[in-house]
C-alpha cells in the first residue's frame, strides 16, 4: 500500500565522474528516513530518470532496499512514455522488492484521455503492486482530467495514489470529489501542500523534505489537528524555500542545497548544469534563514 504523509522524490546521488553512488544513496536514503520522510520514490524527475540507464535504476532500487526498505515505503518511478517498455520495466522494478510503483503520464506523446486509460491500465496490469499516476502537465504537455482519474481508478483497483502538479487548486479538489475514498492525492508541489490539504490531499511527494522533512510533518499534522494558524505559520516560514529550490529546473537547485547542508550529492547529469554564483548565493541565505547548518 503507498501511504504515509511525507514521500520525498528522492535526489540520485552521483560521484564525481557522473557514475551512480549507490553508498551515498543508501546513505541518504537512511537520512531522509530520520529525518521525516515516511517514504521514498526514486528516479523520479528529482531522481533523473531520464539519464539513468534500467540497470541504474534497479540497482538504485535494490540498494535502497537493503538499506532501509524494512523501515519505509520504497516506491519505483517506472513510467515512461512508451506503454510496452513501461510494463515490461515495472515488471522488473517489481521483481526488486519495491512496495509500489509510479508512473507519469506520458511526455511528448501528447495521448488523449482515451489513451492515458489505456496506457495507464496497461501498467497497472503489469504487476500486482499498488500505482501511483502522476500528473504533471508542465513537464508533459498533457493534463489527466478529474474525471480521467476517477475512472481509471474505478477500473483498476491497484491504482492507490494520485501525485497531483497540475498546479491548480480547483483541479485537485475536483480530483479529491470525484475519486474513491481508497485512492489517496498527493501534492507534487511543496509550495501547495497547505492548500491542496484543504480540498481533500492527504500528503506531499516532497523535495524540500530533503532538507526540512520534519517541518513539513509538523505543518501536516497542525493542520490535520486544526492548528490552521500553526500550520499557516509554518508554510509561510518554508515557502521561500519551496520557491527557491525550483530556480532552476530540479533537482539542480536541491542538489546543491545537500551540499551546502554537509551532505553532497553530486552534480545532475546533463542536460541538467549547476547553479550560477548568484542562484548558489541566494539558496544559501534561504537555507541560513531556516537555521540550516552551512559548513561553508
Same mark, same amino acid.
Given at each position: 500500500?503507498?501511504?504515509? /504523509?511525507?514521500?520525498?522524490? +528522492?535526489?540520485?546521488?552521483?560521484?564525481?565522474?557522473l557514475?551512480?553512488?549507490?553508498?551515498?544513496?543508501?546513505?541518504?536514503?537512511? /537520512? *531522509?528516513v530520520?529525518?521525516?520522510?515516511?517514504? !521514498?520514490?526514486?528516479?523520479? @524527475?528529482?531522481?533523473?530518470s531520464p539519464?539513468?540507464?534500467?540497470? #541504474?535504476? &534497479?540497482? &538504485?532500487?535494490?540498494?535502497? &532496499?537493503?538499506?532501509?526498505?524494512?523501515?519505509?515505503?520504497?516506491?519505483?518511478?517506472?513510467?515512461?512514455?512508451?506503454?510496452?517498455?513501461?510494463?515490461?520495466?515495472?515488471?522488473?522494478?517489481?521483481?526488486? =522488492?519495491?512496495?509500489?510503483?509510479?508512473?507519469?503520464?506520458?511526455?511528448?506523446?501528447?495521448?488523449?484521455?482515451?489513451?492515458?486509460?489505456?496506457?495507464?491500465?496497461?501498467?497497472?496490469?503489469?504487476?500486482?503492486?499498488?500505482?501511483?499516476?502522476?500528473?504533471?502537465?508542465?513537464?508533459?504537455?498533457?493534463?489527466?482530467?478529474?474525471?480521467?482519474a476517477?475512472?481509471?481508478?474505478?477500473?483498476?483497483?491497484?491504482?492507490?495514489?494520485?501525485?497531483?502538479?497540475? =498546479?491548480?487548486?480547483?483541479?485537485?479538489?475536483?480530483?479529491?470529489?470525484? *475519486?474513491?475514498? %481508497?485512492?489517496?492525492?498527493?501534492?507534487g508541489?511543496?509550495? !501547495?501542500? *497547505?492548500?491542496?490539504?484543504?480540498?481533500?490531499?492527504?500528503?506531499?511527494?516532497s523535495?524540500?523534505?530533503?532538507?526540512?522533512?520534519?517541518?513539513?510533518?509538523?505543518?501536516?499534522?497542525?493542520?490535520?489537528?486544526? $492548528? @490552521?494558524?500553526?500550520? +499557516?505559520?509554518?508554510?509561510?516560514?518554508?515557502?521561500?524555500l519551496?520557491? #527557491? !529550490?525550483?530556480?532552476?529546473?530540479?533537482?539542480?537547485?536541491?542538489?546543491?542545497?545537500?551540499?551546502?547542508? =554537509?551532505?553532497?550529492?553530486?552534480?545532475?547529469?546533463?542536460?541538467?548544469?549547476?547553479?550560477?554564483? %548568484?542562484?548558489?548565493?541566494?539558496? $544559501? /541565505?534561504? !537555507?541560513?534563514?531556516?537555521?540550516?547548518?552551512?559548513?561553508?
Amino acid at each position: 500500500m503507498i501511504s504515509g /504523509r511525507v514521500l520525498t522524490a +528522492m535526489v540520485t546521488p552521483f560521484k564525481a565522474d557522473l557514475s551512480l553512488d549507490l553508498k551515498t544513496a543508501a546513505l541518504l536514503a537512511e /537520512r *531522509l528516513v530520520a529525518s521525516g520522510s515516511d517514504g !521514498l520514490v526514486l528516479a523520479g @524527475t528529482t531522481g533523473e530518470s531520464p539519464t539513468l540507464t534500467e540497470a #541504474e535504476k &534497479l540497482s &538504485l532500487f535494490s540498494a535502497v &532496499l537493503e538499506r532501509v526498505g524494512d523501515r519505509t515505503v520504497v516506491i519505483a518511478n517506472s513510467g515512461t512514455n512508451d506503454t510496452a517498455h513501461s510494463a515490461a520495466f515495472s515488471r522488473q522494478a517489481a521483481a526488486t =522488492g519495491v512496495h509500489g510503483l509510479m508512473a507519469v503520464v506520458p511526455y511528448y506523446n501528447r495521448p488523449s484521455q482515451a489513451g492515458m486509460l489505456a496506457h495507464f491500465e496497461t501498467i497497472a496490469a503489469a504487476t500486482d503492486l499498488p500505482l501511483m499516476v502522476y500528473n504533471v502537465p508542465s513537464r508533459t504537455a498533457s493534463n489527466l482530467l478529474p474525471e480521467t482519474a476517477a475512472e481509471l481508478a474505478d477500473r483498476c483497483e491497484q491504482i492507490t495514489a494520485v501525485k497531483d502538479a497540475a =498546479g491548480g487548486v480547483a483541479q485537485t479538489a475536483e480530483l479529491c470529489r470525484l *475519486l474513491p475514498k %481508497r485512492v489517496a492525492v498527493y501534492s507534487g508541489d511543496d509550495g !501547495l501542500t *497547505l492548500p491542496l490539504l484543504a480540498v481533500g490531499a492527504v500528503g506531499v511527494v516532497s523535495v524540500a523534505s530533503h532538507l526540512v522533512g520534519e517541518r513539513i510533518q509538523e505543518m501536516i499534522a497542525d493542520f490535520l489537528a486544526q $492548528r @490552521t494558524e500553526e500550520a +499557516m505559520s509554518l508554510h509561510r516560514q518554508l515557502l521561500p524555500l519551496f520557491r #527557491e !529550490l525550483f530556480v532552476a529546473p530540479s533537482p539542480s537547485p536541491v542538489k546543491a542545497a545537500l551540499g551546502m547542508v =554537509g551532505f553532497p550529492v553530486g552534480e545532475g547529469r546533463l542536460p541538467l548544469v549547476p547553479l550560477s554564483e %548568484r542562484e548558489r548565493d541566494e539558496l $544559501r /541565505r534561504r !537555507l541560513k534563514e531556516l537555521g540550516l547548518s552551512d559548513p561553508a
